[in-house]
């Protein structure tokens, strides 16, 4: 795995995304209110919706086209939806956000990292 600064943390609005792009395809970035950061693929494991253009609330998003919630921390849908979006370790370091990028392997976006 590889760390890559992606910027600062201060770069992404609390309860809010940025992406980043990756050559499979691009991550969203999330902060929540309390300064916790997450990365997923931007992808709604629905329908491919944008993830980083939903709605951040507590450690969760809502996608933007169908509403599927989706946990922050694991990728996986909640309430009666299933499914996952891929997860990337994410770290903090002097106030700089780095992922921990590694090759995404085939197409499937299940809920393990990468």
Known sequence: MTWTDVGPLA????????????PQ??????????DQVFALRDACPHKGGPLSEGIVHGRSVTCPLHNWVIDLG???????DEGCTGTIPVRIEDGRVFLGLVPWAGGGGGCAHG
């Open 11 to 22: 770069d992404i609005p609390a309860q809010g995304a940025r992406t980043v792009a990756h």
């Open 25 to 34: 395809g691009r991550i969203a970035v999330f902060r929540t209110v309390d």
């Open 74 to 80: 694991s990728g996986a849908a909640q309430g009666p």
